[in-house]
Structure formats: structure tokens, C-alpha cells
């Protein structure tokens, strides 16, 4: 937002450069993007009045011109432009003179006659902004004769360019920026003068309806103008338009503009005779209804933006721009003025939606205050009368349903000097807030607090802190080392863990991968999850950048198989990876937060198979001294192989699943090799993980080693042969490996042949063969009973 100094010193005393002011309001929370003034760039530039006008004798499209640049002197200037007559005051830039962006100007000739230099348009002098008009820009008959055009106009004043946060409407306008310069000087600001008197006896009651019809607009005013008599703005008023970028145009559509850029509160301006129903109603548009506005551009408007109708006829559109069909013209003699309040955010959108950004909705879209209404409307009335613009109907239309009260906030001004670590009075904090018109009453050590409507960031302790912080000065808070009550800092158990799987895995020739949180919901019917699985009800992303990352995963599958197939389109023959990461499942309520949980994923293809992937998991458990985890066959999930995955198991708990995955899927991702994958549940490993390593003496009495080779059915699982082995072996046994599984001619069809070496030990005493062979035989005994099987 600009503001010009020149303007923002009819309200607030500023003694101290522009440069020294820029800087303070930095250090007081209102950041200065620039400071910018033009008095550099524009040199000899003067006002001169156009004696006469001829028309070039050697070119169709120009004229020469004689103008009186002072004291009589007349200048020869040959200009193309069409919208001067003589008796014009325009700016004139004479030989040797210097306009904003570079541009020199110098003495020449146009088809052979002389031009001693150039008339300029408000472009050409930097000050039209996106708005600026055609032509050269025509001065105010009362202008004087040549005088620097950077005095008549004000461009010696610098403008001070501020970067607004959302949640600062307040300071959207010059008076708002007068507040925080008082409070940040320390000196009062004023308020402009919004008293008026009502010179037409006829009540605007007596000839409108107003009527809402959605909540969509929380405020609406209006009040009317009889006689007007429609002209140029005085100097004065124009130039604070034109320092603020704005282009005037007539005393009542500038009067709009003036309060707008002075209070921030966007006002509109209908032509009464276009009321012809006598009736303003605030509602949504009808779907493929087309409106003409301002720009004289026709656009396609719905349901949802919010319009201003005349009955059933829309005249504006709702805080972004008013209508063609009503706009004031030349011949205009009554009007109604219109101040209101609309939802934000549906400005936003419909602004947005429709490609018409404007000065007015750029600052309805930051919530402005529903109470700013009354005192715009009040000021425009105190400038008609003021300009002598009209006359000012008695009555006000106020359609205000839910009027906005003020907010209270109770602080302990202890907690405040220990929050900031400062230490000042209660008295100070009560002075800071009350320049910023945070009316406080101190109770004790309480400072209680009436915050305005006007600031809708106040609603915490935090934030009164803030503003006593800022007002104190920053740069005035002294520097602290942080408090703590450990006395050096270091990783948690579940990082040191998490490091030691991340090196097991790197470790087992893995390398790691990083992949989105956000998916598309897409990715299901790609890994073929059915319709009904649970992992289908996902948490959804309000604002997406797109479709590809609309939801939060469910499941880490995808991402991997996306890594997988990114790989092998790139030629890779052989590929191991792993990720570190979560998956996110919601709760019940949309309103908490989803159960977010850590998850690795691994992920391998060329020369691998099951077993490969196995020993990987294997690895990451035994790192973990994590006891009693068992493997069982698991052929219901749809992304895996049936025949060639596994669940695992920590106890009773699920610690994830692993094997190769489907072909359907590893053809929908264009992948010629089979992959595999396991998703391991990294919380259950770090719950189980056993750090604290005991030392355990190497054993004093010798093995006893027994090998069994046993011909079982071939759909008995190896898991069920080792858990009866451990069960009956009890102590005794001290470790079990499998070292064959044969199917031949040898064998019966059917039936497979499991070979295992079993290590019998005891840590008191040496085992007899007796001892042994009494086991063992228990062994083979269960193993014959429970799964049928014989020894080979």
C-alpha cells in the first residue's frame, strides 16, 4: 500500500525525515517495502497554458501548438495528441527536462518543424498508475502559469510504500497509517472531520428499501443526494488522488475514491434515476446471468457472487465493482451513496473467478470492520458538503443484523514483562496500548482491556504483548539465551533408533528414498486396494494443488511402486530403496487430527526374490534384539502375490506385511520385473526395540547339534514346523536353522522335504545323549502327530 507523506501529515505531526520515519515504523511491525519519490526523475517540467492550436502543414495526425510556459514567454511544441483545446493548462516538459524512467527530452524537429520539447500525459509523468487516461493530462483552470509541475502536483512529496499482512485491515488506509505513525511517535493523530448537515429536508427512507437476503453481506448503508451539481474535484483533492495513484474524474465518484483511500472503506456511487425500483436487495446472482460493469466489459457471473440488485436487476457487483447501468455521468443530479461490509473470503473467490481484481475488493477480501461503514459514510457526506457537490437527504438506510461488539481481554502485566523478558510499568503498558486506541483501565496488576472492532487480530493474551512489545520497540528488548532445563541437547530414543535402522538397511545395500505424503486418490485402483477397504477413507486436502496430491496416504505402497517404476523406466537392472515416512489414517471426527504413523517401506527388483527381502527384515529385527516375531502366510491382500507373502508378526501385534506384489500391479506401473516390498510399522519396532545391551558369557559346556529331515505336505508352513521344534525343545534347544527344502523325483508329489539342524544346549551342565535323544524323540513325536510328517 502507498502512502504519500504529504497526506498522511494532515493527520499526524511528523518531525523527523522520511528516511528516520520508514525505519521506526519497521521497527514498530508496519514493514516498509520502499520509499519513493520522483523529484530525481521529473527536471524541468512546468505547467503552461495552450495559446493557440494549428494543424502541422506536412502531417495529418499532428498540430502545433504555442504555449505560455511564464511570463509571457511562448514555446513552439508539435504534438500528436487529440484531447487539449486552447486555454488548456498541461504540463510541459521543455528542452533539456528529464521525465521518470530515463527519458531525456530535447529540442527537435517533427516533419521539418521545430519542437522544443513535449506536453505529457499522466503516464508519461509516472503518476496514472493502471487506471491513467488517454492523452495529455489537463490541469485545473486555476493552475498557475509555469510553475514545476512537482510542486503544483506534489510529486516532491515522497511516498512510503508498506507491505499490509492479511490480518491488518486497519492499516489499509491513510488514517490507519496516521494511527500506527502517532503510536509509534508517540504524538496524537487526528480523526478527518465527518460531521455534516442535511440540507434537503426529504428522507432517503421515504424513497429506498434496503433488504438482505444473504448472510454473505453483514452491513449496508445508505444515504442520498439531492441537487448534485457534478465537476472537477478542487486541486487539492486531486492531487491526494493522484499521489495515491488514483486518476480523478468528478467530485462525486472522487469523493468515493478520497474516503476509500482515507479510511479504507470502499463506497459506491449510484445514479439515482437508475433505482427505479426504489428498492436495493443484496443477494446471490442467478446462474448464467451476464453483467456489464464499469470497464464496459460483459461478464458471466453465478450463483455464487454476491450482487447489488435494483429489484431483479443487478447494478453492482458486490464489494468488487458497480455496474455500467448505474455509474454517475455528467447529467447526474441525484444520487445514492452506498457503504457496506461483505465477507471476505467470498470477495476473494468471486473477484478471483471473475479475472477483476479492484482497489475495493482487494480490501474487502481482508475483513474490514463492520463499524467502518458508518464513519465512511459519514465523511463522504461532510465532503459533499464541503465541495458544494449537493445536498445531503435527511434519514440514514442501516441494514446492520449482527452488529460487532468489542472485544475485552483481561492480562496480568507480570506474566506480560516475563513473557517478553522486560521489565516495565504497568503504567507504560497502559500508554502504548492507548496510542494504538486499545482502551485500558488497569485493576492491580490486570490490565483490562477494551479491544475496537477495527482490530479483529486481538483476540489472545499473546497479542497484547505484541502490541506493548512493538510500541516498546524491539530494538529495545533485550537479548536472552534460551532457558532449559536439560543441560545438553541430544537425540531422542526413537532417533537413535531409527538411525540404527537406517543403517542396517544402507547396511544391506539399500539406498534411501523420499517421496510425498500428498497422493492422488488414483493410486487405489492402481494397487488394486478393493472399493471397501478401510484404507480407501482418507484425510482430504482443502486446497490441493492439484488432483495428484488432493489426498494424504493411506498406505506407502504406491509411493514406492512410483519410485520403483521411476527407476526401471531410467534403465536400472537392479534396484534397492527404502523409505522412511508416514502414513496418515483419520479419525471419526473431521475435526481431529489424523493418526499419523511412522512407517518403512523397502523396496527391491532385478536378481532378488522373497528371501532377499526376508533376510532384510530379518536384519532390522535382530539389530533391534526384537524376540518372538514369527512369519505367517498371508494370501488376502490384493497388492501382494498370494502364494509369496508374508505377514510378520511381533507377538500378537501386526508389524506389517512383506513379499512380492502383485503382477497386475507391476504391469500397471509398465515394470517387466518382478518387485517386491514390505511395509514395516516403524512405532511397534521402536516399542520392542531392546537398547540396553547386557553382556552374556560365552557358554562353558559344549553343543549337542542334531539334524531331522522331515517329508511334510507342501502347503505345511515352515513356521508351524519351527514353532513346534522351539515349544518342545523348551530350553534345551538353542537355536534352529533351516538348511533344505527339496522337491523331487525322490519325493512323493505333494510333498516336500524339510531339512533342519538343531542346536541342543544347556548353560549348567553338559547334555548326555540320553538327554538329548529324549527331546528330540519328543520332536519328532509332535511334529508325526500335529502335521503328518515322517522323517526321510
Same mark, same amino acid.
Given at each position: 500500500?502507498?502512502?504519500?507523506?504529504?497526506?498522511?501529515?494532515?493527520?499526524? *505531526?511528523?518531525?523527523?525525515?522520511?528516511?528516520?520515519?520508514?525505519?521506526?515504523? =519497521?521497527?514498530?511491525?508496519?514493514?516498509?517495502?520502499?520509499?519513493?519519490?520522483?523529484?530525481?526523475?521529473?527536471?524541468?517540467?512546468?505547467?503552461?497554458?495552450?495559446?493557440?492550436?494549428?494543424?502541422?502543414?506536412?502531417?495529418?495526425?499532428?498540430?502545433?501548438?504555442?504555449?505560455?510556459?511564464?511570463?509571457?514567454?511562448?514555446?513552439? %511544441?508539435?504534438?500528436?495528441?487529440?484531447?487539449?483545446?486552447?486555454?488548456?493548462?498541461?504540463?510541459?516538459?521543455?528542452?533539456?527536462?528529464?521525465?521518470?524512467?530515463?527519458?531525456?527530452?530535447?529540442?527537435?524537429? #517533427?516533419?521539418? %518543424?521545430?519542437?522544443?520539447?513535449?506536453?505529457?500525459?499522466?503516464?508519461?509523468?509516472?503518476?496514472?498508475?493502471?487506471? !491513467?487516461?488517454?492523452?495529455?493530462?489537463?490541469?485545473?483552470?486555476?493552475?498557475?502559469?509555469?510553475?514545476?509541475?512537482?510542486?503544483?502536483?506534489?510529486?516532491?512529496?515522497?511516498?512510503?510504500?508498506?507491505?499490509?499482512?492479511?490480518?491488518?485491515?486497519?492499516? #489499509?488506509?491513510?488514517?490507519?497509517?496516521?494511527?500506527?505513525?502517532?503510536? =509509534?511517535?508517540?504524538?496524537?493523530?487526528?480523526?478527518?472531520? =465527518?460531521?455534516?448537515?442535511?440540507?434537503?429536508?426529504?428522507?432517503?427512507?421515504?424513497?429506498?428499501?434496503?433488504?438482505?437476503?444473504?448472510?454473505?453481506?453483514?452491513?449496508?448503508?445508505?444515504?442520498?443526494?439531492?441537487?448534485?451539481?457534478?465537476?472537477?474535484?478542487?486541486?487539492?483533492?486531486?492531487?491526494?488522488?493522484?499521489?495515491?495513484?488514483?486518476?480523478?474524474?468528478?467530485?462525486?465518484?472522487?469523493?468515493?475514491?478520497?474516503?476509500?483511500?482515507?479510511?479504507?472503506?470502499?463506497?459506491?456511487?449510484?445514479?439515482?434515476?437508475? %433505482?427505479?425500483?426504489?428498492?436495493?436487495?443484496?443477494?446471490?446472482?442467478?446462474?448464467?446471468?451476464?453483467?456489464?460493469?464499469?470497464?464496459?466489459?460483459?461478464?458471466?457471473?453465478?450463483?455464487?457472487?454476491?450482487?447489488?440488485?435494483?429489484?431483479?436487476?443487478?447494478?453492482?457487483?458486490?464489494?468488487?465493482?458497480?455496474?455500467?447501468?448505474?455509474?454517475?455521468?455528467?447529467?447526474?443530479?441525484?444520487?445514492?451513496?452506498?457503504?457496506?461490509?461483505?465477507?471476505?473470503?467470498?470477495?476473494?473467490?468471486?473477484?478471483?473467478?471473475?479475472?477483476?481484481?479492484?482497489?475495493?475488493?482487494?480490501?474487502?477480501?481482508?475483513?474490514?470492520?463492520?463499524?467502518?461503514?458508518?464513519?465512511?459514510? *459519514?465523511?463522504?457526506?461532510?465532503?459533499?458538503?464541503?465541495?458544494?457537490?449537493?445536498?445531503?437527504?435527511?434519514?440514514?438506510? *442501516?441494514?446492520?443484523?449482527?452488529?460487532?461488539?468489542?472485544?475485552?481481554?483481561?492480562?496480568?502485566?507480570?506474566?506480560?514483562?516475563?513473557?517478553?523478558?522486560?521489565?516495565?510499568?504497568?503504567?507504560?503498558?497502559?500508554?502504548?496500548?492507548?496510542?494504538?486506541?486499545?482502551?485500558?483501565?488497569?485493576?492491580?496488576?490486570?490490565?483490562?482491556?477494551?479491544?475496537?472492532?477495527?482490530?479483529?487480530?486481538?483476540?489472545?493474551?499473546?497479542?497484547?504483548?505484541?502490541?506493548?512489545?512493538?510500541?516498546?520497540?524491539?530494538?529495545?528488548?533485550?537479548?536472552?539465551?534460551?532457558?532449559?532445563?536439560?543441560?545438553?541437547?541430544?537425540?531422542?530414543?526413537?532417533?537413535?533408533?531409527?538411525?540404527?535402522?537406517?543403517?542396517?538397511?544402507?547396511?544391506?545395500?539399500?539406498?534411501?528414498?523420499?517421496?510425498?505424503?500428498?497422493?492422488?486418490?488414483?493410486?487405489?485402483?492402481?494397487?488394486?486396494?478393493?472399493?471397501?477397504?478401510?484404507?480407501?477413507?482418507?484425510?482430504?486436502?482443502?486446497?490441493?494443488?492439484?488432483?495428484?496430491?488432493?489426498?494424504?496416504?493411506?498406505?506407502? &505402497?504406491?509411493?514406492?511402486?512410483?519410485?520403483?517404476?521411476?527407476?526401471?523406466?531410467?534403465?536400472?537392472?537392479?534396484?534397492?530403496?527404502?523409505?522412511?515416512?508416514?502414513?496418515?489414517?483419520?479419525?471419526?471426527?473431521?475435526?481431529?487430527?489424523?493418526?499419523?504413523?511412522?512407517?518403512? =517401506?523397502?523396496?527391491?527388483?532385478?536378481?532378488?526374490?522373497? #528371501?532377499?527381502?526376508?533376510?532384510?527384515?530379518?536384519?532390522?529385527?535382530?539389530?533391534?534384539?526384537?524376540?518372538?516375531?514369527?512369519?505367517?502366510?498371508?494370501?488376502?491382500?490384493?497388492?501382494?502375490?498370494?502364494?509369496?507373502?508374508?505377514?510378520?508378526?511381533?507377538?500378537?501385534?501386526?508389524?506389517?506385511?512383506?513379499?512380492?506384489?502383485?503382477?497386475?500391479?507391476?504391469?500397471?506401473?509398465?515394470?517387466?520385473?518382478?518387485?517386491?516390498?514390505?511395509?514395516?510399522?516403524?512405532?511397534?519396532?521402536?516399542?520392542?526395540?531392546?537398547?540396553?545391551? !547386557?553382556?552374556?558369557? #560365552?557358554?562353558?559346556?559344549?553343543?549337542?547339534?542334531?539334524?531331522?529331515?522331515?517329508?511334510?505336505?507342501?502347503?505345511?508352513?515352515?513356521?508351524?514346523?519351527?514353532?513346534?521344534? !522351539?515349544?518342545?525343545?523348551?530350553?534345551?534347544?538353542?537355536?534352529?536353522?533351516?538348511?533344505?527344502?527339496?522337491?523331487?523325483?525322490? %519325493?512323493?508329489?505333494?510333498?516336500?522335504?524339510?531339512?533342519?539342524? &538343531?542346536?541342543?544346549?544347556?548353560?549348567?551342565?553338559?547334555?548326555?545323549?540320553?538327554?538329548?535323544?529324549?527331546?528330540?524323540?519328543? &520332536?519328532?513325536?509332535?511334529?508325526?502327530?500335529?502335521?503328518?510328517?515322517?522323517?526321510?
Amino acid at each position: 500500500m502507498k502512502v504519500p507523506i504529504k497526506w498522511l501529515k494532515d493527520y499526524v *505531526d511528523i518531525n523527523i525525515s522520511v528516511i528516520e520515519l520508514g525505519d521506526r515504523l =519497521t521497527l514498530s511491525g508496519s514493514k516498509v517495502e520502499e520509499i519513493v519519490t520522483s523529484e530525481d526523475e521529473i527536471k524541468n517540467v512546468v505547467t503552461g497554458k495552450i495559446m493557440s492550436i494549428v494543424p502541422h502543414p506536412d502531417a495529418e495526425k499532428l498540430v502545433v501548438c504555442q504555449v505560455n510556459i511564464g511570463e509571457e514567454e511562448l514555446t513552439q %511544441i508539435v504534438t500528436g495528441a487529440k484531447n487539449m483545446k486552447e486555454g488548456d493548462i498541461v504540463p510541459v516538459a521543455v528542452h533539456g527536462s528529464n521525465l521518470p524512467g530515463g527519458v531525456k527530452i530535447k529540442r527537435g524537429k #517533427l516533419r521539418g %518543424i521545430v519542437s522544443n520539447g513535449m506536453m505529457c500525459s499522466e503516464d508519461e509523468l509516472g503518476i496514472g498508475g493502471e487506471e !491513467a487516461a488517454e492523452g495529455l493530462l489537463i490541469l485545473p483552470q486555476e493552475t498557475p502559469i509555469g510553475k514545476d509541475i512537482k510542486e503544483v502536483l506534489g510529486l516532491d512529496n515522497a511516498v512510503i510504500e508498506f507491505e499490509i499482512t492479511s490480518n491488518r485491515p486497519d492499516c #489499509l488506509s491513510v488514517v490507519g497509517m496516521a494511527r500506527e505513525t502517532g503510536a =509509534t511517535l508517540g504524538v496524537e493523530y487526528k480523526q478527518p472531520e =465527518t460531521n455534516y448537515v442535511s440540507k434537503c429536508k426529504e428522507n432517503i427512507n421515504d424513497i429506498l428499501k434496503v433488504e438482505i437476503r444473504d448472510d454473505l453481506c453483514r452491513r449496508y448503508m445508505s444515504r442520498g443526494v439531492k441537487n448534485v451539481k457534478i465537476a472537477p474535484s478542487p486541486a487539492w483533492m486531486q492531487e491526494r488522488l493522484m499521489e495515491a495513484g488514483v486518476r480523478p474524474i468528478n467530485n462525486v465518484v472522487d469523493i468515493t475514491n478520497f474516503v476509500m483511500l482515507e479510511l479504507g472503506q470502499p463506497m459506491h456511487a449510484f445514479d439515482a434515476r437508475e %433505482i427505479t425500483s426504489n428498492s436495493i436487495i443484496i443477494e446471490r446472482a442467478k446462474d448464467g446471468e451476464k453483467f456489464t460493469t464499469l470497464d464496459e466489459v460483459e461478464r458471466d457471473i453465478d450463483s455464487n457472487i454476491l450482487c447489488i440488485k435494483d429489484g431483479d436487476r443487478a447494478v453492482a457487483l458486490a464489494g468488487i465493482m458497480g455496474g455500467l447501468n448505474s455509474e454517475v455521468k455528467e447529467d447526474t443530479a441525484e444520487i445514492i451513496f452506498e457503504c457496506a461490509n461483505f465477507e471476505g473470503t467470498n470477495i476473494r473467490v468471486s473477484s478471483k473467478k471473475l479475472g477483476l481484481r479492484t482497489e475495493a475488493s482487494s480490501k474487502f477480501e481482508k475483513d474490514l470492520d463492520p463499524n467502518l461503514v458508518q464513519i465512511a459514510i *459519514d465523511r463522504a457526506c461532510n465532503l459533499v458538503n464541503e465541495l458544494g457537490a449537493g445536498e445531503v437527504m435527511e434519514g440514514t438506510i *442501516d441494514v446492520y443484523p449482527n452488529p460487532l461488539k468489542t472485544n475485552i481481554i483481561e492480562v496480568d502485566s507480570k506474566w506480560i514483562n516475563k513473557f517478553l523478558g522486560i521489565e516495565i510499568s504497568k503504567e507504560s503498558m497502559k500508554e502504548y496500548l492507548d496510542r494504538l486506541e486499545l482502551k485500558t483501565e488497569i485493576e492491580e496488576e490486570k490490565l483490562i482491556i477494551k479491544v475496537p472492532t477495527f482490530r479483529s487480530d486481538i483476540n489472545i493474551k499473546e497479542d497484547v504483548a505484541e502490541e506493548i512489545a512493538r510500541i516498546y520497540g524491539y530494538n529495545n528488548i533485550p537479548t536472552t539465551l534460551l532457558k532449559s532445563t536439560s543441560e545438553r541437547g541430544g537425540k531422542t530414543k526413537k532417533q537413535h533408533l531409527q538411525d540404527s535402522i537406517v543403517e542396517v538397511l544402507i547396511g544391506s545395500g539399500l539406498n534411501q528414498s523420499i517421496s510425498y505424503s500428498f497422493v492422488s486418490p488414483k493410486v487405489f485402483d492402481k494397487v488394486l486396494i478393493p472399493k471397501e477397504s478401510p484404507l480407501r477413507n482418507v484425510v482430504k486436502i482443502r486446497n490441493p494443488l492439484g488432483e495428484d496430491y488432493s489426498i494424504m496416504r493411506s498406505t506407502s &505402497i504406491p509411493s514406492m511402486m512410483e519410485a520403483l517404476a521411476r527407476n526401471y523406466s531410467r534403465s536400472n537392472e537392479r534396484t534397492r530403496l527404502f523409505e522412511i515416512g508416514k502414513v496418515y489414517l483419520p479419525k471419526e471426527s473431521e475435526y481431529e487430527l489424523p493418526e499419523e504413523i511412522n512407517i518403512a =517401506t523397502l523396496g527391491i527388483y532385478g536378481d532378488v526374490d522373497y #528371501l532377499d527381502l526376508k533376510g532384510i527384515v530379518e536384519n532390522i529385527v535382530d539389530s533391534l534384539d526384537i524376540k518372538d516375531v514369527s512369519y505367517k502366510r498371508e494370501s488376502e491382500n490384493p497388492s501382494f502375490h498370494p502364494g509369496k507373502t508374508a505377514k510378520v508378526f511381533i507377538g500378537q501385534k501386526l508389524l506389517g506385511t512383506l513379499g512380492e506384489i502383485h503382477p497386475d500391479i507391476t504391469d500397471n506401473y509398465d515394470i517387466e520385473e518382478r518387485c517386491y516390498i514390505a511395509e514395516l510399522n516403524l512405532d511397534l519396532l521402536y516399542q520392542y526395540a531392546n537398547v540396553n545391551k !547386557a553382556y552374556k558369557p #560365552l557358554p562353558k559346556y559344549p553343543a549337542v547339534t542334531r539334524d531331522i529331515a522331515l517329508i511334510v505336505e507342501d502347503e505345511v508352513m515352515v513356521q508351524d514346523i519351527e514353532d513346534i521344534i !522351539a515349544k518342545q525343545g523348551g530350553k534345551m534347544v538353542e537355536s534352529i536353522k533351516l538348511f533344505d527344502i527339496y522337491k523331487g523325483k525322490q %519325493i512323493e508329489e505333494g510333498k516336500k522335504s524339510v531339512a533342519y539342524s &538343531i542346536v541342543y544346549r544347556l548353560e549348567n551342565k553338559t547334555l548326555t545323549d540320553g538327554e538329548v535323544n529324549k527331546v528330540h524323540d519328543k &520332536i519328532v513325536r509332535t511334529l508325526e502327530n500335529r502335521l503328518g510328517a515322517t522323517l526321510r
